[in-house]
């Protein structure tokens, strides 16, 4: 079993449609949870960083930690053809030598179209 | 700010020939990263450097894999001979701290033939 399970999907809404994107892991260790984006043949880019359950808000996006369920989202709200993209979770450690070191999930491809 | 520069972007290699990744970090980030991205696949760390210290390379195949970071800011990844299976994205990474707030470059993509 991965230490980070993501639904690869892919998944296509429609614009304006409200997104939900999940990982789950196993890991209890897992203290920093991030979000990054990948447009095609590009690097990853961060878009959400949280170290702690509950929600996070910025602007569009809205990130959220359950650690009792090792369960976190990404809602993505009014969703644009450029959120097109795909969209990997990504874990960290907190400490020892692992610390820093990410996890990242398989990617969730999303498409939005007009 | 100039971000993380990777080079060359795209290289096709016969299996067995060696190959050479270049990366620059963001200035002043003292963590880098080498990460391996397969189609579909989420990326795989293969070694971490604070400085010119290799601090993780436990995911690093090290019988034809090699990393240097010399001086503590660019770094060179080296695969000597490649394999069919090593086509892939190779992604270089900076940070400033090792909490997880990585800036990746856009990747240097292997064909391996």
């Known amino acids: 079993q991965k230490e980070v399970e993501q639904d690869p999907g892919p998944l296509s809404v429609p614009e304006g449609a409200i997104v939900s994107l999940n990982c789950t892991y196993s890991?209890?260790?897992?203290?920093?949870f991030m979000w990054y984006r990948q447009y095609s043949r590009k690097g990853p880019e961060l878009l959400m960083y949280?170290?702690?359950?509950g929600n996070k808000e910025d602007g569009r996006f809205t990130a959220q930690v359950d650690k009792s369920s090792k369960y976190i989202s990404l809602f993505i709200r009014d969703s644009q053809p450029s959120d097109s993209a795909t969209y990997l979770c990504?874990?960290?450690?907190?400490?020892?030598?692992?610390?820093?070191?990410?996890?990242f999930g398989q990617g969730t491809i999303l498409t939005v179209h007009p | 700010e100039a971000g993380v520069v990777q080079s060359p972007r795209y290289k096709i290699i016969e299996k067995k020939q060696p190959v050479a990744f270049w990366c620059n970090p963001i200035?002043?980030?003292?963590?880098l990263y080498w990460y391996l991205q397969n189609l579909g696949q989420g990326p795989e760390l293969l070694i971490r450097?604070?400085?010119?210290?290799?601090?993780?390379d436990s995911q690093l195949p090290k019988d034809r894999f090699s990393a240097e970071r010399l001086k503590g800011v660019d770094s060179t990844l080296k695969i000597q001979p490649a394999e069919l299976g090593d086509s892939a994205v190779y992604l270089c990474?900076?940070?400033?701290?090792?909490?997880?707030?990585?800036?990746f470059g856009e990747g240097s993509r292997l064909t391996v033939l």
């Open positions: 990474a900076s940070s400033l701290s090792r909490s997880g707030e990585l800036f």
């Open positions: 890991n209890s260790a897992f203290q920093y």
């Open positions: 949280t170290y702690s359950s």
């Open positions: 990504a874990l960290a450690n907190a400490g020892g030598t692992s610390y820093g070191k990410l996890t």
């Open positions: 200035s002043g980030h003292n963590t």
């Open positions: 450097y604070e400085n010119e210290e290799a601090v993780d």
